[in-house]
């Protein structure tokens, strides 16, 4: 039998203090349940609601992408920077440490490589498989106006399904092609799509009127990092997307194919989370850098 309770002490119920229900910190996730909640806690920042990911899934279609022939060397000492690292399952089982601290983005669509057409992807991981290696939310590619639009929608809304069993968050990532103009229409579109048919966040790229996209949408938006572009850039790009109502960033090639990749993301760091200007963020980057 349990043993009875035995102390002495006056029991305090708080009669004068109603439970509190506490409200969910990130944009359009209150009605989750509890897991889904914790997942996204992992890769949003509660004291800032942001986030700094670091892309490096690139290989998956593109192979040894410059800077990523051998991950080993180049991200690993980056990850305890980043707040989420979004990648691959073949990369995260052979090379990434168990014991570090990041969260995982794991990349769930795929299929063709840069020789064929992109669009044409299909559901790449099963879901029971990434709950093996705990993730925090499982990313599908989306391409809006492309030739295998339906087919990508359909993708993420089977994942969105599947995730929504186990609490998985889905990142609805917004394609883009040299047919696909990147602006505030075609963006807004594609973001609000995601957002209806189930993502829990949105990633795509930052353009002029950006906070009419950000409004539109319902849910966090993050910012990819794109193309390389000096360092400079990349950080008044960072800082005008928070400004402009995004979430965090997901940045690869502007990070791990800087001069200084580790000053980078740290300088990336204070921009998203502690609203650090562009100019001083890079002077940050170059003191780091020389140091």
Sequence with gaps: MPEMDASTKTKEYFLDIPQANDTFFLKGSANYDWGMKNRLSRIFNPATGKT????FDHGYFQGPTTGLE??????????????ALMCTRGILRSIMNPEAGSAVVMRASGGPSILKDLSNERLALDVEDALRMNVS???VQVFIGGDYETQSVINMTNMVDRCNRYGIPVLGVTAVGQELTRDARY???????????????????????????AAACPVPIVIAGGKKMTELDALTMARDAIDAGASGVDMGRNIFQSDAPAAMIQAVRK????????????????????A
């Design 52 to 55: 700094v990911m670091l892309a």
């Design 70 to 83: 051998r991950i080993d060397m180049t991200i690993k000492p980056l990850a305890p920077f980043a707040d």
């Design 187 to 213: 963006i807004g579109l594609a973001t609000r799509i995601l957002a209806e048919l189930g993502a829990a966040f949105v990633k795509t790229y930052y353009v002029e009127d950006f906070p009419a996209v």
């Design 271 to 290: 921009v998203v989370h502690e609203n650090m200007g562009a100019m001083e963020a890079h002077e940050l980057y170059l003191d780091l850098k020389h």
């Design 137 to 139: 939310a499982v990313a």
